[in-house]
C-alpha cells in the first residue's frame, strides 16, 4: 500500500520538525519521544455558546507523550544538557514539569531531581514522576519556594536547572505556536492560554513573533492570558504570598516569566484576566461533556478565559485556546466535579438494568 500523508506515524518530533529553528547542531544528542504534533479541534459547542461566526479550535497538548505541553520544552532541555555533559536535572514542579523532566531525563540517561510543594500536585503527575524514577523531595512550602532552593542548587552543585527560566525549554514550547500556524495557514486572531509561571505564553509569543518576521503569518494574535482568581499575580500585577486555587498546575504566586509575559500582553495588545474556580470547573465539565475533551483545570482556564470574555470576540475570528494538560493528570478532580449519573451496587441482572436505564 502507499504511504498516505494524512497520516502522523512518521512525526518525527518537534526538535526534528523545526530544526532550522531551534538551537540546535548536528551535535546535540536528540532525547525525543516524538513529542509535539498535537491536533487542532475545532470546538463546534463552545462556538455556538458565544453565538457569533467564530471559528475555535482547542490546541490539545494533553496529547504529548506525558500528557502535557512540557514535553516541548523538556526535549530541548534535556538535549541541550546532555549535550553539554550533563548528569543531573533538578526542576520545581507544580507536577507536570517533575513528569516531563524525570521522562526525558531518564530517556537521556540522567538522574532527575524534583521539587514539589507536599499535598499539591495532582495523583496521575505524582504517579508519573515515580514511575519515570524521579528523586522526588517534597517540601513545605509552596512552589515559588521550591523554585528559588532548586535555583540556588543548580548554582551550587553540579546540576542543570531545567525549569522554563533555561532558555532552551521556551525555544522548544515555541514550536507549538509554528504548528497553530502551519495548520490553519496564518496565525489566530486570539490566543487563549493558561498562565502559571508564565513561560508558556512567552514562549508562543516568541514563536508567533518568528513565524511573523519570516512571513509564514500575515498577523499576529491577541495574546489572551488567564490565572485562577486565588492565583493571579500578573492580573493583580502584585506576588500572591499563599497562591491558592483547584487548578493547582498554576498554583504559582511569582511567576519568574512575569516580565515576558508583559511584553507578550503590551506587544500583542492583548490582556489578562482571572477566572473563578468555579468558572473553571464549568469550562472543564463543558469540555468533557460537549465537546469530548478532557483536560485537567488549570488547561480549562483557556476556555473559561475565553467565555468570561464572551462579548469583546470580533466576528469572523479564529482563536485558539491552548489545552495545556490531560484531563487524566487529575483523576480526583474529575471524581469530585461531574454531573455524570452513576448507579452503583446494582445486580448483574438485565430485567433490573433495564428499568434503571429507562426501558
Ligand atoms: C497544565 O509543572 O509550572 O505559565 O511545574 O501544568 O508556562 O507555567 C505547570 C504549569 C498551564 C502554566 N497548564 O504554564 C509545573 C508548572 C498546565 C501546567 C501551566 C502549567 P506556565
Redesign the pocket.
Known sequence: MNQTENINANWPGLIEAYKSWLPVSEKTPIVSLKEGGTPLIKLHSISTLIGKDVSIYAKYDGLNPTG?F?DRGMTMAISKAKEEGCEAVIC???????AAAAAYAKRGKMRAFVLIPDGYVAQGKLAQALVYGAEIVAIKGN?DRALEIVQEASKKYPITLVN?VNPYRLEGQKTAAFEIIDCLGDAPDWLCI????????SAYWMGFEQYYVAQKATKLPRMMGFQASGSAPLVLNKTINNPETIAT??R?GN?VNKEKAIQARIKSKGTFLDVTDEEIIEAYKLLASEEGIFC?P??AASIAGLLKRKQEIPNNSVIVCVL??NGLKDPDCAIKNNEAIFHSNIEGNLKEIATILGF
Open positions: 502535557s512540557k520545581a514542579s507544580t507536577g507536570n514539569t517533575s512552589f522554563s493558561p498562565m502559571g509561571n508564565a513561560g508558556n505564553i498546575a498554576i504559582i511567576p485537567e488549570a488547561s495545556t494538560g
